[in-house]
């Protein structure tokens, strides 16, 4: 079969009153429903559906990884924010990155591998909000690893690049002679190829030793990975990498519950996880647009304005986002009205802002996002990641589970708020979303893909309330994308940036976006991952009709019961 992605969909939207779920790939999204249907909250489900996606989705996600959670709980109702992310090792240090010989951080080694956070964050969130247990939760995701699973459409591509990164032939930082481990080698990339390649679309894949730790963690709890043999052995290929990792670094780590920031936006309450996230990005963004009435103008201005005000947010968000407990963040500056105000000041209708640092980093758009909302009206917003695909493409041996590479998101300016140290937070680029209306749920809602995500969480945020869009609706308009990758820097000649936009933008409306200043790239096919795949779920508080939407840009949908 042919497969050409351009995912000409014409979705409706999935309704239900007893519990939604909406996740990038339908195997996980049942996985979740069913744990619904058994009498599970939105943690409980949010868990199973992670877990699955860890299984069925297995380079963008899972127990290498971070997560981060808001949680709406329909008794209080209040929004709690969850920071499942790990800090870098306590050895981490900038000086040992400069004399391995590296310019910049290094993305598939062991210095890129931070304290995995996903499973203490599985553990806290069904500690405080679940009623199930980890073995309950983990049954299906169990099940599709040892039984197999068919590989999916878009996931299948994705699996093909993999192949390199897993044989590690072809991996363009590979660790110095001299920093290496001496023993044999300990390459465990095959746990994820058939025959040394990646599994083709429609084909069956087990993934045993994978469902062999999902089991231990099943039986065992947390602790399986934070302590004992598997954390040994998770160090020893990280230092076999060049990385600080030791058993100590891992031993009692947990997840936090933390205060969420928010924005009100024309009467909605927009709510983000707090730095180390990069929610900040968005929730200044939507704090400038609030001063516009984005509604009355046509595509191109709302365009170019929403453009304005995100490269306002990132700039804010480059500057500032790091570990909060190492450096105090001016929230009351950068929330302030005064502030704020001077930012929309900035902004004109017919050139772009001149003279905007967004620093230049790394693109990393593999990532897993869901969204549950259970009966009782519980909604659980859920990101879960490995950064880059595969992260730093290494695996544990035997054990199925890849290492992330957010710590290759460190600065290795000193001097910046985001520098590497030890047992320090690096910045974060997954972030869910939520919304709420006078005191109630409005939407449960995110968007995966490195630094699309505060962007997408912008538009999608403008087309529910301006628009009035129905999820599916608000998933489907084409968006727009910073190239965060090419900042502008200081005194730059071309102030506008680069700006990706999807199919679906006129001629038109490009050639008067490059009038003002844009630097346009139109971008289509595979390369529209960039746009990211996000998921959402609307609640009526009158009803409690739920009213679901899932990306045409991923293989996933929106189930209900």
Not at 35 to 47: F, W
Not at 316 to 323: F, G, H, I, K
Request: glycine letters at 12%; aromatic letters at 10%; charged letters at 20%.
């Amino acid at each position: 079969m042919n497969y050409d992605f351009e995912f000409r969909s014409r979705r409706s939207n999935v309704l239900s009153v007893n519990g939604m779920v909406a996740a990038s790939q339908p195997l996980a999204a049942l996985a979740g429903l069913d744990i619904l249907r058994q009498g599970g909250t939105a943690a409980d489900a949010a868990v199973a559906v992670a877990a699955a996606l860890n299984v069925v989705e297995p380079f963008s996600t899972g127990i290498g990884g971070d997560c981060f959670a808001l949680y709406w709980d329909s008794g209080s109702k209040q929004v709690f924010a969850l920071n499942g992310s790990g800090p870098a090792p306590k050895n981490a240090s900038i000086g040992d990155i400069k004399k391995a010989g590296y310019e910049k951080f290094p993305h598939f080694t062991g210095h890129a591998v931070s304290v995995p956070g996903t499973v203490a964050g599985w553990s806290a969130l069904m500690d405080r909000f679940g009623r199930k247990s980890l073995a309950e939760v983990l049954q299906p995701a169990i099940q599709h690893a040892m039984k197999g699973f068919p590989v999916t459409e878009w996931i299948g591509s994705g699996w093909k690049l993999m192949e390199s990164r897993l044989l590690r032939n072809s991996v363009d930082e590979q660790v110095p002679k001299h920093l290496q481990r001496p023993g044999p080698p300990q390459e465990s990339g095959h746990e994820f190829l058939l025959d040394g390649h990646a599994p083709a679309v429609g084909q069956i894949m087990r993934l045993p030793t994978l469902g062999e730790t999902l089991q231990a963690i099943a039986e065992n709890g947390k602790d399986y990975i934070y302590e004992g043999d598997f954390a040994f052995r998770l160090c020893e290929h990280v230092q076999r990498y060049g990385g600080w990792m030791e058993p100590s670094d891992l031993a009692g780590f947990t997840a936090e519950w933390v205060p969420p920031i928010s924005a009100d936006y024309r009467g909605f309450q927009l709510y983000e996880c707090p730095p180390n996230g990069q929610g900040l990005a968005a929730i200044v963004a939507a704090k400038i647009a609030n001063g516009f009435d984005i509604a009355s103008m046509d595509h191109c201005e709302r365009t170019h304005t929403l453009i304005e005000c995100m490269r306002l947010g990132f700039a804010e968000a480059l500057r500032w986002v790091s570990d909060p407990k190492f450096t105090d963040i001016p929230y009351d500056v950068l929330f302030s009205d005064e502030y704020i105000h001077a930012k929309r000041e900035l902004i004109g209708g017919e050139k772009t802002v001149k003279h905007i640092d967004l620093g230049s980093t790394a693109m990393g758009d593999d990532t897993v996002y869901l969204s549950v909302v259970d009966g009782e009206g519980n909604a659980c917003s859920f990101i879960n990641s490995l950064y880059m695909g595969g992260g730093t493409g290494l695996v544990v041996p035997g054990t199925g589970v890849f290492l992330q590479n957010r710590a290759a998101l460190f600065s290795l300016d000193p001097d910046h708020p985001n520098a590497l140290e030890g047992g320090k937070r690096p910045y974060h680029t997954i972030i869910p979303g939520m919304i709420t209306r006078s005191g109630d749920l409005y939407a449960s809602f995110g968007i995966m893909g490195g630094y699309m995500q505060p962007q997408a969480h912008l538009q999608v945020l403008s087309n529910l309330v301006d628009y009035e869009h129905n999820p599916q609706q608000a998933l489907d308009m084409p968006r727009f994308c910073l190239n965060i990758n090419g900042g502008d820097g200081v005194g730059s000649d071309d102030p506008g940036g680069e700006v990706y936009l999807e199919k679906g933008f006129s001629f038109d409306e490009m050639a008067a976006l490059r009038r003002k200043g844009h630097r346009i790239s139109p971008i289509g096919g595979r390369q529209r991952a960039v746009f990211g795949g996000g998921q959402i779920i609307l609640r009526d508080s009158n009803t409690g009709v739920l009213t679901a939407g899932s990306d045409p840009r991923k293989d996933g949908c929106a189930v209900g019961w």
